[in-house]
């Protein structure tokens, strides 16, 4: 009778386990898809809106409209772009092929000028090696890249200055994203790269991106950290292997 009742308590304590955790998943799931259409909904309001003066001809494509519609459209972009590498990493795609550095942190270095710009910062990017490669998923690589440049300037006061540098050591490549956004409460780096973590008073977005960077950087077989700079900043360092170039 004891056996039986334990057997019973402990098939109810199971399902109700089972309903909560697909509830909260569930719930979770709808509250990113909630803060992601707001995200897109805002963004795109205003490229409509700029649009709509550009297209009266009372203003410049130049002046501060034409700087509204770029930066709502690269805005468009980079949360796309972050959705786009959140599914590849759960759905586990991968398609990895020789990547040269220099030119993924090139290709990411044009929008985060644009972004930069437009903060009033400057941005400082440092490729390397031309010659250097990694073996990658290229998106993946490019997405982890601009998340960080993206957090660093979100996070670093206007006049401020953002550095990304690319260095080599003992076969590996090193990736620096430093900024200057006066550096972390107590030295609490890990956190950083919970989900939903912002630990800043701009709270616009997901608090998705660090996480997103890392785990694109660690499915490329790399890692990343970061180390904190009180009072002035932080680094973040993506730590890849080389690759040495294939012949045909």
Do not use: W
């Not at 006049?159 to 990304?164: I, K, L, P, Q, Y």
């Not at 973590?197 to 991106?209: T, V, Y």
Request: charged fraction near 25%; aromatic fraction near 4%; glycine fraction near 10%.
């Amino acid at each position: 009778t004891l056996n039986q009742c334990l057997d019973a308590a402990i098939a109810e304590a199971v399902s109700e386990y089972s309903r909560g955790r697909d509830h909260d998943v569930s719930e979770r799931s709808t509250e990113r898809l909630g803060v992601l259409s707001h995200e897109l909904r805002n963004h795109l309001s205003s490229a409509m809106l700029a649009f709509e003066i550009l297209k009266k001809g009372q203003v410049g494509i130049s002046g501060s409209t034409g700087a509204v519609l770029e930066r709502s459209l690269l805005g468009l972009l980079n949360v796309v772009d972050r959705a786009l590498s959140e599914v590849r990493l759960e759905a586990g795609i991968q398609r990895r092929a020789l990547a040269r550095v220099a030119a993924v942190v090139e290709e990411v270095e044009a929008s985060a000028m644009i972004e930069a710009k437009s903060r009033g910062l400057t941005l400082t990017v440092l490729p390397g090696d031309y010659d250097l490669l990694v073996e990658v998923d290229r998106h993946l690589f490019a997405s982890a890249l601009s998340n960080l440049l993206q957090n660093a300037i979100k996070f670093t006061p206007r006049g401020g200055r953002v550095c990304m540098a690319v260095r080599t050591a003992k076969g590996r490549v090193l990736i620096e994203v430093s900024d200057e956004c006066g550096g972390l409460p107590g030295g609490k780096t890990e956190e950083l790269f919970l989900p939903y973590a912002q630990k800043h008073p701009d709270r616009s977005g997901l608090g998705l991106g660090l996480s997103i960077a890392r785990q694109s950087v660690q499915a490329n077989d790399g890692t990343l950290s970061v180390r904190d700079l009180p009072g002035h900043g932080c680094v973040f360092t993506v730590d890849l292997p080389t690759a040495a170039p294939r012949t045909p």
